[in-house]
């Protein structure tokens, strides 16, 4: 092909997908095409409309935690992937693989390696999952979103934090956004790119406490749950906002003043960069914990308010919304914090980095 390809494995969620956009955007405006290896269910499907990109699709399953039969069956599927994966870069040619964590990206790291096409990766958690441990063998570097979420210090490894979309850099700053002392917040939850079942059963109960002069909600409920969600509030006279989807989360950020979501790395590092305060609430059944190990990284540099999915939870989630409207001084603290966690600068790192890989790899 006469265009030059880079390879990019992402697939899955949004935490895997929209990193792994944002720097496929990049080499795109440097001239490249992109060979998107993805899954037929993964989020990348529907997000995904730009000529330069080509997706292509593999089998990919999860092993950890499955049954004898289970895991059985997901070794056969890998090699029925790393097929496809030589095929796929027999046929386009890539000059450089570019792995966002997930299974997907493991068979075509492999193939990669063996063909001698420069592999590189990005770990968005704090503690990198399973697939980017054994990609890690393979590739020439690693970025990563935390520091020592490797569990080691390496010339390999490069923390440079989580590559955030343009539409996030131009959004109302902390500054701006806290200067008033009045007694109202604007809430957006969130609970990821799936929604968040617990989220949605247990929120409008939390926020019955309150008075709706008081605040106003905003609250993603994840598809199909709308009307559920709605009918909830309405129990308790809540009128809020709520969406299935946002195409346009940009957008609901700027209007909020308080953000109630996941522990997601990339819902906190879109977080980080425009400065808003936010309640963490991990999701206790992700893998390795590292949603909890994620916010406890903010909670223990004051940039979050960790407050965890059990028994207690209705009766800790009152207790900080009354001490915030009695503090509404600590949410611009909490938004200062936040953007000073991570590293400046993340994309044009990355990039220097990967052109300079494929600048030798052609020499």
């Known amino acids: 092909m006469s265009k030059k390809i880079i390879a990019i494995m992402a697939s899955g969620t949004g935490g895997h997908v929209y990193p792994a956009l ?32 080509i997706i292509e699709k593999i089998d990919s399953v999860g092993i950890r935690g499955k049954s004898y039969f289970g895991k059985l069956l997901g070794f056969l599927i890998f090699f029925k992937s790393l097929y496809k994966s030589y095929f ?28 001698r096409v420069p592999v590189v990766l990005h ?15 393979f590739a ?6 935390f520091p020592l979420s490797f569990g080691k210090s390496s010339n390999k490894i490069k923390h440079v934090g989580n590559p955030v979309r ?72 809540l009128k809020p906002e709520v969406y299935e989807y946002s195409e346009n989360i940009d957008k609901l950020l700027e209007w909020s003043s308080l953000v109630v979501c996941r522990a997601g790395s990339t819902s906190i590092s879109e977080l980080a960069t425009i400065g ?26 004051s940039a979050t308010i960790l407050i965890q999915q059990n028994d207690l939870f209705v009766e800790n989630f009152v207790n900080t919304l009354n001490i915030i409207f009695n503090d509404q001084k600590r949410l611009y603290t909490l938004s200062k914090n936040i953007q000073d966690i991570f590293p400046k600068d993340t994309i044009p790192k990355i990039m220097n980095t990967s052109m300079d890989i494929i600048t030798s790899a052609n020499e």
């Not at 490249?32 to 499907?45: A, C, D, K, Q």
């Not at 770990?123 to 063998?137: D, R, V």
């Not at 957006?188 to 605040?215: A, C, H, R, T, V």
């Not at 808003?276 to 059944?285: G, H, K």
């Open 22 to 53: 944002t720097i496929a955007d990049e080499f795109i405006k440097k001239g490249f095409h992109i060979l998107w290896i993805g899954t037929e269910n993964g989020i990348e499907n529907r997000v995904i409309n730009n000529k330069a990109i």
């Open 88 to 115: 796929l870069y027999k046929k386009y040619r890539p000059v450089l693989s570019f792995g966002f964590g997930g299974y997907v990206s493991v068979a075509s790291s492999i193939i990669s390696f063996f063909l």
């Open 123 to 137: 770990e968005q958690n704090s503690i990198a999952g399973t697939s980017n441990k054994i990609n890690y063998y």
């Open 140 to 145: 020439k570097y690693a970025f990563e979103t």
């Open 166 to 237: 343009d539409n996030f850099n131009n959004i109302e700053s902390p500054e701006k956004k806290y200067l008033s002392d009045k007694s109202y917040l604007n809430i957006l939850i969130m609970g990821g790119s799936q929604g968040s079942k617990f989220f949605n059963e247990s929120l409008p109960f939390s926020f019955s406490y309150f008075d709706n002069k008081n605040i106003a909600i905003k609250h993603i409920s994840g598809l199909n749950n709308k009307a559920i969600v709605e009918k909830k509030y309405n129990k308790y006279n």
């Open 276 to 301: 808003r305060a936010t309640i963490l609430i991990p999701f206790p059944y992700a893998t390795d914990q590292h949603q909890l190990h994620n916010a406890l990284f903010l909670a223990n540099n």
